[in-house]
Each structure stands twice: as C-alpha cells, then as structure tokens.
C-alpha cells in the first residue's frame, strides 16, 4: 500500500524536488531510484524479513525506508539515543539479524551481536546508476494488514514493547491526517522529528511522499539551523514537540517577520505547556495547533485545525476514529466528565510484537484501545487530556518510565531504595527526579549515582536531580508517599539535593 502510493507520487511529481537536507536534494524521480536500488541491495543480502534502521532524518534514511519497505521488509527503527544495552534488548525482541545505519552511529552499534551495513559504504550512486539500466520493479505484493513496521516503546516495567504497525495503519493515518489539516502537495514540510519515533516516520516520511509535497531535513535539530531554514526556504509547515519549539522561542534573535510564510504549526509528541504557546505566539507570530496520539495509534488521534482550535485541548479526532471516556468499571461517561479515553479505528495496532497478554491488556473484543490517558470530551467533540494514568515521564518528547530507573538506581551497591517521578520543565517538558535511600553503613554522592545511570541508561533517563533522603514518606500500609515526597523534595529535605545536568 504505502509502495504503490509512493510510486502514484513519482508518475505525477517525478521531476518536482521531493526531499532535501544539508547535504542533498533529490527529486521524485532520483528518490525512487535511490530506492529501487536500496530495495536490490535488501533483496540480495538481508534474509530476514524485518531490518533494522538507525538513520537521521534526511533523504538517506527517506530513500532506506522506502527501499525496504519496497523489498517487502518490516521497519523496525531504532532509538539513536538509547544505549548499547538498551539497543541490545530492541535486537534481540525484535529479532533482527541486520541493520541499515550511517557510519556516524558507527561506535555505539559496533559492540552489537547483529550485522551492520553503513549507507556510506554501498556505493549508492554507482548502483543507481546501474539501476537505471533495469526495469523498474512493481510495488510489492503487500497485503493492507500486513506488517509495516514494528516501532519499539517501553513498557510500564522498562522492557523493551514492538508496537505493529500495519500498511492500512499508517495509510490510514496518513491520509486521515492530510484530510484533517488540510495538507495538500504544495506545501513545503520542516522534517526536525527522528524518524525512530512513529510521529518522525509518519509525518516526516510517509506524508509527504504520499502527497507530493517538498521536504527539508534537519538531521540535527538547532534551533539556529531552524530558524534559518525557515528564513530562506519557502517552508509552510512545521511539526515539531513542544520542547523543540521552546528552544526556537528563546531566540534572541526571533521575529514574526521569519514565519510571514508559515501556515501550519503543529504540536505533539509532549504535552504542550502554556508558556510555550504563548512564547510563540508573542515572540513568533504563530500559533501553535496542538495534537495528541500514540504509538500504538500510527500514532495521530486528535489534532486543533486553523478553522477549528481550542486552547487547552487536542482538538477533535481525524477522520475514521472514533473515541470514547470511560470510567475504570468500563461503561460509558457523559460528555464533559473525565475517565480513560479509549480509541478505535483503521489506526489502531493489531498487537504487540510476541506479547498476546500485554496486547490483550489493552485491547478489548470490540477494538477499543485504552490508552491510560484520562480525559474529557466537550460538546463540540474537542479532546482535552488531564492526567496519565500512567506514571509514564516525557523529556523532549521521549518516554521515560520510572520503574526503569529505579531498577538502574537499585542494583547500585549503596542504594537501598530508589523512587522516581517527573517535574515540570520549561525546555524539555519533564526531566526525571530520583529519591534513594542508602543502606545501613553506605554512603553515595549524587554524582556517583548519576554516573552509574548514564553508564546503562540514555542521557535523558539519566535522573537530572537526585535526592538522597534517610528515608522515605509512607502511609500506613508501608507504601511510599510519592505525591507527599514530590511536596517534600520540592521545598527541601533533610538529605542531600544535586540538581546538575546531564
């Protein structure tokens, strides 16, 4: 499905610019080669049916993608932030025996028990040019429930979780997001999202290519870099986090002027903070369009529209899906009251990667997925989100659960107990904030134990303030009282306090 419409794309935009970054640009036509000479390279060497992909946003990881896809390969794009062991986990979950990455990402993949084929190595143009000798290929005979990607999130315990994604998923998605913020191919995207996350993949890759719209890339994201992208391209729309658009918002040298072109903003990933939807409405001029998803949605549910917005929501669903709020015992709440949203619809996985009992736990026999999230409908259909009924923490649009880290924190040798929560923060959203305990006749510093953290967890897991206490606040069933510890820690104890950065 996602193939056959890509190529619909070529027939109709193949000399029109499809991608670039700051190293190249391509037209439909040359990214369709790029492609197909990709799809004969995963055809020849890879033999299992899923590939593994650590690439940048930029027209190599566009081309990869789509050559993969096009060999009838399942995507399971891996997180460049994670670290070796985490990585490790992924590959063995997921099954994988190869992955398609760039050189950059060289010394991290390395140490790996899986094979590496760096872009930079293959010869790219040589066999594109030996592609254009051959006939092209046809769209793969994939089936619309066939899988297209397995996109990895953790779970409430840490581990390692393969969201399945299918052709019709993201399709689905694709075009119901089109349809919604009325997208057509004239507009120009700002791709800034990784594409290991699924909001990356679908709205930086297969949007634009089902369209025919232009794309320009920012592997890296520098709020610099994007605001003079902005500057001197003819960009349109921008989808970004709220952290990302926090940083462009503390610009000294921002001005309404830079976004005179701009006409779509859109927000997601992270909860939108205030502060950062007012920054940017005063300091650049536009407004941002909140929307709320995940990954087990492919991943939009809900997004603000320009004719339709409401500040403090989500705006109402896309096209095709349907949601309701429930309350725990599962029947069906009035409009206005709060319970746990539920969602079906074309967007919805089929399941998680070889997990049937966490699969179950979220699906019920009539497709509704529950999503943890507690929330509230209004009149007018708009979706306002107000809590998690997950302890689920995101940093810069990254999911970080607790349990993880305090199992890191745990099997440090002074550690005696460790609980983890989030905090509000202007620029990332959240950051992650641990309490321990030591045990009888052990002392640690914060330092010492932040350490030991990045060694085994990506940066942003890495607890950004560390208390150490000498003991924790319980109830009278000897649960710790993390609602009372957050107030404690928040105007200071009587142990060590070490904010630092990461």
Known sequence: MLIGRFLETVQRHGRKVAARDPFQQVTYAQLALAARALRRLALAEIRCERVGIMLPASVGGLATTLGMLWAGKTLVPLNFLLSGDELENVIRDAQIDCIIASRYFEQLLEPLPVRKIYLERVSLKRRCLFETFRRRPGPPEAEPDSLAAIVYTSGSTGEPRGVCLTHRNLMSNVEAA???LEITCDHHLLG??????????MTGLFLPVTLGTTITYIPRFSPQQVLEVIRHSDISIAIAIPSMYAALARMKNIDPADFADIELVVSGGEPLPAQVYHEMQQRAGVRLLEGYGMTETSPVIACNQRCAHKFGTVGRPLPGVEVRVCDPAGQLLATGQEGELQVRGPLVMPGYYRRPEQTAAVLDEDGWLHTGDIARIDEEGFIAITGRAKDLI?????????REVERVLEDHPAVQEAVV??????????????????KEGISCSSEDLRSFCRKRLAGYKTPRHMYILSELPRGPTGKVLKNQLKAQVGAGSRGSAAPGGI
Request: proline share 8%; glycine share 10%; aromatic share 10%.
């Open 192 to 201: 800034i999202l990784p594409p290991f996350h699924v909001f990356g993949l």
């Open 421 to 438: 929560f989030s905090r509000t923060d202007a620029s990332r959203g959240e950051i992650v904030v641990a309490c321990v305990t030591c």
């Open 178 to 180: 089109i349809a919604h």
């Open 394 to 402: 995101i940093v810069g649009g990254e999911n970080v659960y607790p």
